[in-house]
């Protein structure tokens, strides 16, 4: 599988602030998408970042409050905006593996929000 | 919601094998059962999928029941690096979700020495 990884690994930040995390794949891949897990608790898809077109989103999650790009088929960016608390979270992307439906993962941003 | 249900947690001597169960008695013709694990603080990482036949590959075993209703993932040899939460999901994969994965609360497995 292609190897994905993400930048930052962790951070912190005030709330009200934005932060964009990048997610890399080091290989072509047609569906990115970007997960996040809550404390405790199992991963919640938030969006499928698509090439060329807009984000499709989960109920649940909305563009203004989390933009995201896909310039190309080896980049996607998640961007938590207007922070709180309850956005304190693991922030994960995956990709699907070329000619499989499996989905692998990076290794993760821990946001904690002041 | 997940269609899966799994113990919420179990444990393994290390060196045994370990057996982690999941139901999935509503799962349809075209879905697929996944297998993930999620060591602490990382990415989950993939183990292994099957549609009806038994799986083997250099991670695990995946047994599913001939109606499809239920299946096992085994790790022959536990070492203490296999505690993590295993996930067990179900999944049309790409033709029919566009690879949505849904994700329920898993097993957490440890393994002790």
């Known amino acids: 599988s292609a190897v994905i990884s993400q930048k930052p690994s962790r951070d912190i930040c005030q709330r009200g602030t934005s932060l964009t995390i990048q997610c890399q794949v080091d290989s072509q891949v047609t569906m990115m998408f970007w997960y996040r897990q809550q404390p405790g608790q199992s991963l919640t898809l938030i969006a499928t970042?698509?090439?060329?077109?807009?984000?499709?989103?989960e109920s649940g999650f909305v563009i203004d409050k989390f933009p995201i790009s896909r310039p190309n088929l080896t980049f996607s960016t998640l961007t938590v905006s207007n922070m709180s608390p309850e956005d304190s979270s693991i922030y994960l992307c995956s990709h699907n593996g070329v000619g499989t439906d499996t989905q692998y993962f990076g290794p993760g941003t821990r946001l904690t929000v002041l | 919601d997940a269609k899966t249900t799994q113990p919420t947690s179990m444990d393994c001597a290390e060196g045994r094998a370990a057996n982690l169960p999941c139901n999935h008695s509503?799962?349809?013709?075209?879905?697929?059962v996944y297998w993930y694990r999620q060591i602490h603080s990382q990415g989950p990482q993939y183990i292994i999928h099957g549609l009806k036949n038994n799986e083997t590959n250099e991670m695990a075993s995946l047994i599913i029941t001939e109606d499809r209703k239920s299946s096992t993932l085994i790790l022959p040899h536990a070492t203490l690096r296999d505690t993590a939460v295993y996930y067990c999901?179900?999944?049309?994969?790409?033709?029919?979700?566009?690879?949505?994965?849904?994700w329920g609360a898993g097993t957490k497995l440890i393994i002790k020495p």
């Open positions: 509503t799962i349809s013709g075209n879905e697929y």
């Open positions: 970042a698509n090439q060329g077109s807009e984000a499709t989103y």
């Open positions: 999901i179900v999944s049309p994969g790409e033709k029919d979700s566009n690879y949505q994965l849904i």
